[in-house]
């Protein structure tokens, strides 16, 4: 089949089951071909339908010509020692994207990208230093959930290797809400992948009217990346903050939790040695906090090459945790994992070799200026 002829067909991953029902209806099958075709790819793992064998062979042959099942390919997995895996994904125009596997004792997480790329340009964030190249599919985003549920097979004791994901991977899933509230739908689903609301996480660095349009579409917990209890400091972490300050930020995690049962919000605090990891943050923090349903959660600083900040000291890290919670607020600090595969927060970088090449064009241009 020609590129062309590919592209005209329609990728199921892209649609979930609301989106296959009209799909199916639209080339005058019954709607309830959804399901079986849901359970086909979601729950046994099948991406070829001619081996979907109770959809009748018209059909099967009729979902050749029309629709197609396509999958980011796997371009390296590496395991580390402590038993995280990180896959790099190739998508179409040779991009790539980072998607990391977290096993602990009780539960499986998988940290899933939003974006190639990332548009918001934290300041502390390696993700940020390869700019924004474009938005993932509901397939590609999807994808990455049945690509590591596959290669993860049932390892853990006969068990579902994946228990939970969360949206913490590269990009901001808030400002591709479009492709990413199908893919949402599709891990809550029953018929893709059942995961409970609370074992499905958003994380966002703040985008305030996304975080009321999330609450009003799909239930899943809600994660903010904080890392600063005052504007001032805020602002120079994450950029964000200039268009959403604090003040309104809470408003909206109010509004998340409102009226909700056992909801509450995790805050994301990345600690950053002699900047944000004063005492008197934390008490700022307990301040900010006590009105909202929560809990925080600390993450030592992950460097990586070219970083302009560095991780708070263990004490200094204790030390703010002891405030926070005397100040009765929940806190637990984040175990940095697979940091010799480049896996943890932060350090996600999907290379593109071609803005790869761009960027070392523009450096030697530069040099060349410097040096006339
Ligand atoms: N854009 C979303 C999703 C990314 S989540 C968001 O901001 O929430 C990635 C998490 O890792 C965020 O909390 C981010 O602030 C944090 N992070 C980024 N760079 C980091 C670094 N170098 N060390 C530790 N955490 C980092």
Redesign the pocket.
């Known amino acids: 089949m020609t590129e062309n002829a590919k592209q005209a067909l329609v990728n199921l991953l892209d649609l979930d089951e609301s989106g296959l029902r009209e799909f199916f209806e639209g080339i005058d099958e019954k709607p309830f071909r959804a399901t079986q075709v849901m359970k086909w790819i979601y729950h046994h793992g099948v991406t070829d339908f001619s081996a979907m064998t109770d959809l009748g062979k018209d059909l099967r042959q009729r979902l050749g010509s029309l629709a197609c099942i396509t999958l980011p390919t796997i371009l390296k997995q590496q395991r580390s020692n402590d038993g995280t895996v990180k896959w790099m994904l190739g998508l179409p125009g040779g991009n790539a994207v980072e998607t990391v596997y977290i096993p602990e004792a009780n539960r499986g997480t998988l940290c899933v990208s939003s974006q190639v790329g990332?548009a918001?340009n934290?300041s502390?964030?390696?993700t940020a230093t390869q700019g924004f190249s474009r938005n993932l599919m509901t397939s590609e985003i999807i994808g990455q959930v049945f690509l590591a549920a596959q290669a993860l097979g049932h390892e853990r004791n006969g068990k579902r290797a994946i228990t939970n994901v969360v949206?913490?991977?590269m990009?901001?899933?808030l400002l591709n809400f479009d492709a990413l509230a199908p893919a949402l739908n599709l891990m809550r689903d029953d018929l893709g992948y059942g995961f409970a609301s609370r074992r499905v996480t958003v994380?966002?660095?703040g985008l305030v009217p996304m975080i009321d349009r999330l609450r009003e579409s799909v239930d899943v917990a809600l994660?903010v990346?904080l890392?600063a209890p005052i504007d001032d400091l805020r602002v120079q972490l994450v950029p964000l903050n200039k268009k959403y300050p604090i003040k309104e930020l809470m408003a909206a995690c109010q509004r998340y939790v409102a009226g909700r049962n056992k909801c509450q919000v995790t805050f994301?605090y990345?600690m950053m040695g002699g900047i944000n990891d004063f005492p008197e943050h934390a008490r700022q923090l307990v301040k900010l906090l006590r009105r909202v349903p929560s809990k925080l959660n600390i993450?030592?600083?992950?460097?990586?090459p070219g970083?302009r900040y560095s991780c708070s000291s263990p004490e200094r890290i204790e030390a703010f945790k002891q405030i926070v919670m005397r100040g009765g607020l929940i806190a637990t600090v984040r175990k940095t994992r697979g940091e010799d595969i480049d896996a943890?927060?932060?350090?996600l970088v999907g290379k593109v070799r071609d803005r790869t090449r761009r960027q070392a064009a523009h450096n030697a241009q530069l040099a060349g200026q410097a040096s006339a």
């Open positions: 990332c918001l934290c502390f964030c390696s949206m913490m991977g990009g901001e899933p994380s966002t660095a994660a990346s890392h994301e990345t993450i030592p600083f992950n460097p990586y970083a943890a927060c932060g350090q």
